[in-house]
């Protein structure tokens, strides 16, 4: 080959080779002038593009969109219920308009002075009396309510003892003849007054019944001549006995008493019991 064709195809390669590098420069000036007028705009990526768009984005870009795309279209995770018992406790519960159900009970002195009107009529009574007639005060049980008796101890025997119910509303009394005879079956309704004088006593049996205190039995013994008693042949006081208005002898007598009256089985409340004074009983009911 001569010099001459040499020389020419040389200057054709040179000139392609020159084209491809102008080429080159050209798209990477070209590219960092797109990239430099993008990053001065600031313009974020924009969340939905058409379909002809994306086709004419970067690669990279494309990535990215369909990323965004597939995290908005997913549902959140649930969130766990296992809370630790610190997280339970640091959310304050939401308040509730709701009024509280009918088996829902309250307790305030409101309620509670509602709920035992039987306490305030037992104060009530309590203050009128004059603490100089009474020995002492103390609650007892006679009938099976949960509503306590009020016992009230004579100071003397002429002033006698005093029972107390509470019913309908109202507080309900006996006086009792004499003093510290009275004495109780608790929670079986039924209280007996024994005493007596100058040769004469009685039992008499007592129970309450529709609110009230009720004498249900009376039984009386005593000498039919004080002045003249009689004498056994042991030298022992003859007494006459009734139950009920009926004669009965000794051994009937203690027979009907005790088939009404478990005198073994009973309380006395004078003897048995501590006795309040005023103020204390006032104290008792008021914190009950």
């Known amino acids: ?9 040389l200057s054709i390669s040179s000139f392609i080779i020159l084209i491809a590098v102008g080429v080159m420069i050209l798209g990477v000036v070209g590219y960092a002038i797109w990239q430099f007028t993008h990053e001065e705009k600031n313009e974020p990526m924009p969340l939905s593009f058409t379909t002809s768009e994306i086709s004419s984005l970067p ?5 990215q969109v369909e990323s965004v795309v597939s995290s908005e279209n997913s549902e959140p995770a649930p969130v766990s219920s296992n809370l630790t018992s610190s997280q339970s406790s640091s959310s304050a519960p939401a308040a509730s308009s709701a009024p509280p159900s009918e088996g829902t009970q309250q307790t305030s002195p409101a309620s509670s002075a509602v709920s035992k009107p039987w306490k305030q009529a037992y104060i009530n009574y309590i203050r009128a009396t ?7 005060y103390q609650l007892i049980y006679i009938n099976n309510d949960d509503i306590p008796e009020l016992y009230l101890n004579g100071a003397a025997e002429a002033q006698g003892d005093l029972v107390c119910t509470f019913a309908n509303g109202t507080v309900v009394s006996e006086q009792l003849s004499r003093v510290n005879g009275m004495a109780y079956l608790e929670k079986q309704n039924v209280f007996c ?3 007596g004088n100058m040769g004469r006593f ?17 039984g009386v013994y005593g000498m039919e001549d004080n002045a003249n008693p009689e004498l056994d042949e042991n030298g022992e006081v003859v007494y006459q006995y009734s139950w009920d208005g009926q004669e009965v002898s000794e051994t009937e007598y203690k027979q009907k008493l005790n088939a009404v009256f478990n005198q073994q089985k009973a309380i006395h409340p004078s003897l048995d019991l501590y006795l309040y004074s005023k103020e204390e009983i006032l104290a008792e009911l008021e914190s009950m």
């Open 193 to 195: 007054n024994s005493n």
């Open 59 to 63: 690669e990279e870009s494309v990535i």
């Open 130 to 136: 004059n603490a100089g007639d009474w020995m002492g």
């Open 1 to 9: 080959m001569s010099d001459k064709n040499k020389g020419k195809k």
């Open 202 to 218: 009685y039992d008499v049996i007592y129970s309450i019944q529709q609110g009230q205190i009720v004498q249900t039995h009376e």
